[in-house]
């Protein structure tokens, strides 16, 4: 388990916000040897969209004739795929808004996107198009920066552009708030029974122990990221630090509870042969499960470390535009058939009902919990593109959380079952001997 925490841990990267308040500073010098600065890129509603730019100097802004430019995401790429054999004149009037910095607060609205459209918004300036071998030492304007603090807002339901959230985005700070309320009432109702059906031990002990860390770990990610979105709600900045910690400890319980059902699985199938009545089968794991297990996590752990790194804009590592992401999903597919072919095998050799409908809940629990995100991604193809991380993660989230409902309920009824039942020792799995039992009565 050390080494589960410990690899897990590595996976902490800080995102960068893609909403939408950015400041910085306005280079001649970078527009010229890229040809244009790119500055952020923001998915407009459609209609009533506001763009506003303040800048610190603007002397320097009508001397150079700074402007900003939206282009269409598609127009765009493009563009940059072509930068070569583009004149650089020429690409600046493909831009399907262009913005004169000619005043200390700037303000356009947008009212040409009927549908919503993802724009990358750039600055250029007299001297962006200057040839390479051109000179610009002798003006006293050119190596000056512009300080700027730009604002996208989208419009909100009362159609006034107040909304900082960009059109992917939308609907994540309520779907979070609900999120936050289920998990708050699920908690008044249920954590006292559940606390004492811990500290009670037993065979279930280790994995409603494990259960729990995890469905903590989900909590705190859910809470964290409803404080970033509020926050970002406000200002279009949020808090970077919670959204990182939110994914860290949502991370941190995929891993964990991929661990517990892993190692169980494998653990029964692998031991199934060496049991013996007065086995103690807390956690029927072997060497070979937990190694199975162990290198799974750690498979997991990377691909999730190397999505962050691949794509930063994001919100969450269910996105799957990445080869990371899409590794990601093979692998989860080739573990849902993993553990799908080993609980058949004990399913079919089961003589005792009991034990049958155990591993049938438990093949469930598991099977929704891995495949909830391959099949997601497959699904969201038949959506708007702004619209499929959006459903992506709103419905994996809910899948997992039913996935843990699902175990909770097996293995807190099978623990309540052999505290009662004479007969738990030889008809249910993750029991005990008769001759052991006393040992854990309270």
């Known amino acids: 388990m050390r080494l589960l925490i410990l690899a897990t841990f590595a996976e902490l990267v800080v995102l960068m916000c893609d909403g939408k308040t950015v400041t910085g500073s306005f280079s001649s010098d970078i527009a010229r040897q890229s040809g244009a600065q790119q500055v952020t890129k923001f998915l407009f509603h459609g209609v009533n969209g506001l763009v506003t730019c303040q800048i610190d100097n603007r002397t320097v802004a009508i001397d150079k004739d700074a402007k900003l430019y939206l282009f269409h995401e598609q127009a765009w790429l493009k563009l940059q795929e072509k930068i070569e054999e583009v004149n650089c004149l020429l690409k600046f009037s493909e831009a ?79 779907f979070y708030f609900l999120l936050v309320l289920a998990y708050f009432i699920a908690a008044c109702i249920y954590a006292q029974p559940i606390w004492q059906s811990i500290k009670k031990g037993g065979p279930m002990h280790p994995i409603l122990k494990v259960l729990s860390i995890g469905l903590l770990l989900q909590a705190s990610a859910t809470v964290t990221n409803y404080m970033h979105l509020s926050r970002y709600s406000v200002d279009g900045i949020g808090a970077p630090l919670l959204g990182s910690l939110a994914e860290l400890c949502d991370m941190i319980s995929q891993n964990q509870m991929l661990y517990m059902l892993l190692s169980l699985c494998m653990g029964w199938t692998l031991g199934r042969m060496g049991r013996t009545q007065s086995r103690l089968l807390e956690w029927d794991s072997t060497p070979t499960s937990n190694a199975i297990a162990i290198a799974a996590v750690i498979a997991q752990g990377i691909l999730l470390l190397w999505e962050q790194f691949e794509d930063i804009d994001h919100h969450s590592y269910h996105a799957y535009n990445s080869m990371a992401g899409l590794l990601l999903i093979v692998l989860r597919v080739c573990l849902a058939l993993l553990l799908t072919s080993r609980l058949y095998q004990i399913i079919t050799m089961e003589r005792s009902v009991l034990k049958r409908d155990f591993y049938i809940r438990f093949a469930k629990g598991c099977i929704l919990w891995l495949l909830c995100h391959p099949v997601f991604v497959a699904a969201s193809a038949v959506f708007a593109e702004y619209q499929r991380e959006k459903i992506i993660v709103i419905a994996v989230i809910l899948c997992q959380s039913v996935s843990m409902v699902i175990l909770y309920r097996l293995f807190l009824s099978r623990s309540l079952y052999w505290e009662v039942s004479s007969l738990s020792s030889v008809t249910l799995p993750l029991t005990m001997s008769s001759g052991h039992r006393s040992h854990y009565k309270s």
């Open 96 to 174: 399907q808004v262009t913005i004169s910095l000619d005043d200390v607060e700037n303000n356009q609205t947008l009212s040409q996107f009927p549908h919503p459209q993802a724009c990358y918004i750039v600055y250029a300036d007299k001297y962006t198009c200057l040839e390479k071998e051109t000179s610009m030492d002798n003006d006293n304007f050119a190596a000056e920066t512009i300080e700027f603090k730009l604002v996208l807002l989208n419009p909100d339901v009362a159609n006034n552009p107040l909304d900082h959230f960009s059109a992917e985005e939308s609907g994540l700070h309520d």
